[in-house]
């Protein structure tokens, strides 16, 4: 005879009741659910995803009432879920902040500029440094809870203490002129998609041409093997890289400003001037390897070298990072 229990007066066999939401023990299970593996309904997923992130908003107080707050949008699932959950936070606990959304075109051919359309249709400006533009007092970005285990496995690779004292952090840039926050720093990237899937929200997901052979990719695999182990490992990592402790010994990089647009760098210029002038110039990998590179006529001729050594080696074994 099979067990059963009484739910809203009526008696249910086991089999049924392994089937309903262990949240709310009324509605159908539709998920298990990435982060916890629960089986829960559709509804009570919107409510726990949501208020996952209003406790993250809440605990770390990432915005005061009439802020202008910038959010980041590529036109893709995160920084679209992102745009959506602030807004329905926004008026559902009376943030009372005045939300606008932001995109950069970097020109990348059949990816930014398909991207883009889906951020028009989603009523998105496309405006370069428009934060300081349009006078934001913070910006806000859809780097979720696997982007940040991924930075912190990669600066652990590459002994960056400087990156890894710091990448997780849910705000930073707070001694710069406009902050920036993360309220998916504890969001699955997993459930992201599902929220995305069931609300029908319109996100652009294309990968990024340049993405598939970049280092952070191997991190990403690594992670995503992790995952499939146990989910709960992509928090560990992510928590481990918060306690990390410096060594008063260790001597940090010093914070300045790029000599030419006047942004925040530890170097005379920052990366993206470093870029522009290398597009400028013709040497669209200037900036980009591990060799320091001089934007002067010397600096030229090492980037032609560096770039016809990773020609090469691209071409006789496939591709490979700098």
Known sequence: MDSSAADGGRLL??????????RCGERKAALKRPKTLEQICRECFYIVFEDEIHQTII??????????????????????????????LNRRHNYGLDLFLLSVDEGITGYRDDSLETVKRNEIQALDRGAALLKADKIVTGHNVDDIAETVL???????????????????GEDGPIPRCKP??????????????????????????????AYRGFAREFIKDLERMRPRAILDIVKSGENFRISTTTRMPEQGTCERCGYISSQK???????LDGLNRGLPKLGIGRTKVGVGADGQQRAKRS?????????KHGSFDF
């Open 13 to 22: 066999p086991s089999r049924a009741r392994s089937h309903l939401c262990v």
């Open 59 to 88: 605990d770390n107080t990432l915005f005061k009432a009439g802020e202008r707050v910038a959010i980041g949008a590529s036109g893709g699932k995160d920084s679209t879920v992102l745009a959506y959950v602030l807004s329905e």
């Open 154 to 172: 990669l600066n652990i690779l590459r002994g960056d203490i400087a990156r890894l004292s710091r990448c997780t952090f849910i705000t930073t």
């Open 184 to 213: 998916f720093k504890y969001t699955y990237e997993k459930e992201i998609v599902i929220y995305a899937y069931f609300k029908k929200l319109d996100y652009f997901s294309t990968e990024c041409i340049y993405s598939p052979n």
């Open 269 to 275: 210029l920052c990366k993206a001037c470093v870029l």
């Open 307 to 315: 770039e016809r050594n990773s020609s090469s080696l691209q071409g």
